[in-house]
T-cell receptor, first 114, second 114 residues
Framework: AQSVTQLDSQVPVFEEAPVELRCNYS??????LFWYVQYPNQGLQLLLK??????LVESINGFEAEFNKSQTSFHLRKPSVHISDTAEYFCAVSKRTGFQKLVFGTGTRLLVSP | NAGVTQTPKFQVLKTGQSMTLQCAQDMNHNSMYWYRQDPGMGLRLIYYSASEGTTDKGEVPNGYNVSRLNKREFSLRLESAAPSQTSVYFC?????????????FGPGTRLTVT
């Protein structure tokens, strides 16, 4: 079975500061990795995903995540956050074979203040 | 193209009442899912339907039933609501042909059981 740990339930940060949201996973098989974002009162939407190849993946709005197999981590980073990045961020994994269900972490609420 | 739609948006039930949450997608996706989201627990899979005509239990199926009515629609039924089922419910859909394994989420149904 797969599991995901997001140790930080809430991360407050000032606008234009860098941020890192941590994600660690556990799995006995190879996995795909995802970050989803949930803006207030909305459903989740995919931010970025790691499937294979380069371990550094980027989103269109400046977020990036790096897959580290040895540390079983997939941390999300942004060098300079905006007020509009305030949201809840979920890390998720799915196994690579069979029917790929997503297993989500408990989420990290990013609070960006002026 | 509405994506994934859910009805109702809000619902208040008394303990023991029943209700059905409706979900529909217009993206011709094969797979559909029902999740519940609770504070500090992330999203947990209730039931899923890998393809039309099939349904399977997820992580927390007790107290729920589902029906995959056709390719577009996937409903979730609470036969006898309990306060522990107070939650936000999300429906999602995905299609493996679009690459593993982005799920598209609806806006959610906020359910309160008193």
């Amino acid at each position: 079975a797969q599991s995901v740990t997001q140790l930080d339930s809430q991360v407050p940060v000032f606008e234009e500061a860098p941020v890192e949201l941590r994600c660690n996973y556990s799995s006995s098989v190879s996995v795909y990795l995802f970050w989803y974002v949930q803006y207030p009162n909305q459903g989740l939407q995919l931010l970025l995903k790691y499937l294979s190849g380069s371990t550094l993946v980027e989103s269109i709005n400046g977020f990036e995540a790096e897959f580290n197999k040895s540390q079983t981590s997939f941390h999300l980073r942004k060098p300079s956050v905006h007020i509009s990045d305030t949201a809840e961020y979920f890390c998720a994994v799915s196994k690579r074979t069979g029917f790929q269900k997503l297993v989500f972490g408990t989420g990290t609420r990013l609070l960006v203040s002026p | 193209n509405a994506g994934v739609t859910q009805t109702p948006k809000f619902q208040v039930l008394k303990t023991g009442q029943s209700m059905t949450l409706q979900c529909a997608q217009d993206m011709n996706h094969n797979s559909m899912y029902w999740y519940r989201q609770d504070p500090g627990m992330g999203l947990r899979l209730i039931y899923y339907s890998a393809s039309e005509g099939t349904t399977d239990k997820g992580e927390v199926p007790n107290g729920y039933n589902v029906s995959r009515l056709n390719k577009r629609e996937f409903s979730l039924r609470l036969e006898s609501a309990a306060p522990s089922q107070t939650s936000v419910y999300f429906c999602a859909s995905s299609d493996a042909r679009q690459g593993p394994y982005e799920q598209y989420f609806g806006p959610g149904t906020r359910l309160t059981v008193t």
